[in-house]
């Protein structure tokens, strides 16, 4: 019997330490291809290229047989995958693991977690990985235990089609994370600010700055409750962004 088929990527660029650990972590379940941006693409979104040429170039980072850095988004690589690369849909797609989180309102805005998405809508069961901490030293290996037992879980029991998991995991030692909630997407959203800069030449230019702001930070059913109470959260995620119980209403209101 054929070894289950892996394809990873990732939004912060083939070379960062977490695609590295998780492709570590990949092989111990199946073959691995891997296909990744060659350069950052955090806060792409579902983007895809439509107005430049793509290109794939071999690389050497991950000791695998197919790896390639795409000059695309997140997205194209999974499409790049699927269409060009594999001879058969892969049985999960995994994406991170993340520097920095992306629970709540930030899988909208996440290159990671649009990767994963994608590879759900393409058929394939699919995890997006993030971890709490933007250091180039993240330790991911705190959480590798669960992140196995994650994968394990999800090769041997498929979602729905075109849903995914959204994990994210605190920036704690392993024997302070205290296990793994599933738990749903929390309200919440970044407060913007556009701080005004001069160039040299006294031109302004503008710096995205903001907070984020938890409207419900006392529900004890959300991912980011669950992180700030040290569970790794687990939100099932899917693209349907179908305001359902509206319909009924709107259709009333628009006859």
Known sequence: ?????????????????????????????????????????SGMGHAITINSTLRLNKTNYHGVEMEYSCTGTPVDCVKMAVNKILDRRP??????????????INVIYSGTMSAAIEGALEGSSAIGFSLC???????????????????????????????????????????????IKVCRQAKANWVEEFEERLDPYSRPYYWLTGKFVNFEPESNDTDEWALSKGYISVVPTQCDLTAHKEIDTLTQNLK
């Not at 892996?6 to 650990?21: K, L, Q, R």
């Not at 049985?91 to 709540?104: M, W």
């Open 91 to 104: 049985d999960l797609v995994l994406s991170g693991i993340n520097h920095g989180s992306n629970s709540s």
């Open 1 to 41: 019997m054929s070894k289950p088929l892996i394809f990873v990527t990732n939004d912060d660029g083939i070379s960062s330490p977490g695609i590295i650990f998780l492709v570590k972590v990949a092989k111990q379940f199946g073959d691995v291809v891997v296909i990744a941006p060659d350069k950052p693409q």
């Open 133 to 179: 901490d933007y250091g180039i030293d993240a330790d991911f290996s705190q959480a590798q235990k669960f992140i196995e037992k994650i994968i394990s879980s999800l090769l041997k029991n498929k979602l729905s089609k075109g849903v995914c998991l959204n994990v994210n995991i605190p920036k704690l030692k392993a024997d302070e994370l205290k296990g």
